[in-house]
């Protein structure tokens, strides 16, 4: 088979991951002096037309480390979006080697949208704000009834646009399976920035928030380098307001089944250092790019909505990242959007799928349910839905899940939560320098 003709097998095979009016494609490479180049651009997907080709710059790089030669494609009218293969292609990207200038460095931003009139809104504002909006890739999923232009979730001058960089999943709002499906589709777009930014399709933005949150990542203390910032962000009522207070995830609120969750914040006066804390908040949580390909998103876990945030936090845990709250706001959330189409409650006749996904939760968290038996290795197994890519969408090897447990100092055996508002919002609640003890809690040397 010739060259041409490989790469023509490859671009049908992989033609689920067109998405709608634009991609960003990785063609064939090669390398001269350190720098990764396109030599040549595969064509469009199935069901899809060619609309222009970056054959006139085929050695273009940026940033003098990756491919930056893009397909524009148009999907095909009538034809619906279909899911990433299987296998990751997030595997096969070279790890990112960040810039020193940090005004040089990349952010993907994850946003997942479910019948949301505000997302075009939210990515209006993403780029407008943005001190350096050039460097800023949106990956969106917009999960919306078709003709129904007030949920398109990208305004038409964000497309086939040399000015902004975004890459646009349009699929029909019935296909959805809630949000972690939607982020797995999401981080499918993610092709080798700097940093990943996951967050909720309806927010605005503080002034330079890209500069703003790269400089918090990197006063991070994490003694393994591995820090992610993450919180639910303020409420739009605090947006543009001086002064600001800012949330610190640090108490449980109740108990879903067999885990914690969701959180509560206990907002605090500003400080010069972003706080340690055990939990994540999924509106919010950024982190270094690598994060997305060594803790892959979950696709098995189809209309979960209580449970993604604690099975996360854990899983980036075990691997070796350590969670903090922002020093400031970058991100302001629209809470409260009562009547509003939600994902949450978008899983009609899906018990049986949901009760897999349930099960497979459990069994990583490790968690017993004085409802239901519990799952063990032999249980998860037998359920092949709960037991699918265990390992590789699994915890980590550097910390364990027990560990866990006992950082967060939440019971998971008496389902208390007291002792994990006393020492999360209290000892690291007020203002910086911070206790060391969270760091021997977390197994590192130098701190017993």
Not at 173 to 191: F, I, V
Not at 282 to 292: I, K, L, N, P
Not at 358 to 373: F, K, M, V, W
Not at 385 to 392: G, L, M, S, T, V
């Amino acid at each position: 088979m010739s060259r041409r003709a490989a790469l023509l097998a490859l671009a049908g095979v992989l033609g689920a991951m067109v998405v709608h009016n634009v991609a960003f494609w990785r063609g064939s490479e090669r390398r001269e002096e350190g720098r990764v180049c396109c030599t040549e651009v595969p064509t469009c997907g199935a069901g899809s037309t060619q609309v222009t080709e970056c054959g006139s710059e085929p050695d273009r790089c940026y940033q003098q480390r990756r491919c930056c030669s893009t397909i524009l494609c148009k999907t095909d009218p009538e034809e619906k979006a279909t899911a990433p293969p299987r296998g990751d292609a997030l595997n096969r990207l070279p790890m990112p080697s960040m810039p020193a200038d940090p005004s040089q460095r990349t952010i993907f931003v994850s946003i997942a949208a479910f019948r949301d009139t505000e997302c075009a809104q939210t990515v209006r504002d993403l780029f407008a704000t943005a001190k350096h909006p050039g460097r800023i890739h949106a990956g969106v999923v917009c999960q919306r009834v078709p003709g129904k232009d007030d949920e398109k979730c990208v305004a038409p001058e964000y497309l086939n646009s040399t000015q902004f960089k975004v890459t646009l999943h349009d699929a029909a709002a019935s296909d959805a399976k809630g949000p972690t499906w939607a982020r797995y589709l999401a981080a499918q777009m993610y092709s080798g920035e700097d940093y990943f930014f996951m967050m909720d399709s309806h927010n605005k933005f503080a002034d330079a928030w890209d500069e703003n949150v790269i400089s918090q990542h990197d006063t991070c203390d994490s003694p393994s380098g591995k820090c992610v910032l993450t919180v639910y962000p303020m409420g739009l009522d605090s947006h543009g307001r001086a002064g600001q207070w800012t949330p610190h995830l640090c108490r449980n609120a109740h108990w879903t089944r067999a885990w914690p969750g969701p959180f509560l914040a206990t907002v605090k006066a500003p400080t010069g250092a972003p706080r340690p804390q055990p939990f994540l908040g999924a509106g919010f949580v950024f982190g270094a790019g690598h994060m997305v390909r060594e803790v892959p998103f979950d696709p098995h876990l189809p209309y979960v909505f209580h449970g993604e945030e604690i099975t996360l936090a854990a899983r980036l845990w075990t691997h070796g990242y350590d969670l903090y709250s922002p020093m400031t706001n970058v991100l302001f959330h629209h809470y409260g959007r009562e009547g509003r189409p939600a994902m949450r409650g978008h899983a009609p006749g899906k018990e049986d799928v949901l009760e897999s996904s349930y099960r497979r939760i459990q069994y990583l968290l490790q968690t017993p349910d004085p409802a239901r038996p519990a799952v063990t290795e032999e249980a998860a197994r037998a359920d092949p839905k709960a037991w699918e890519d265990i390992e590789k969408y699994g915890m980590g090897t550097v910390r364990t899940v027990a560990q866990y447990w006992a950082f967060s100092r939440l019971d998971v055996k008496g389902r208390t939560h007291e002792a994990t508002e006393k020492y999360w919002c209290t000892t690291y609640g007020g203002r910086a320098p911070f206790s060391d003890e969270w760091k021997r809690d977390a197994g590192y040397k130098g701190f017993d």
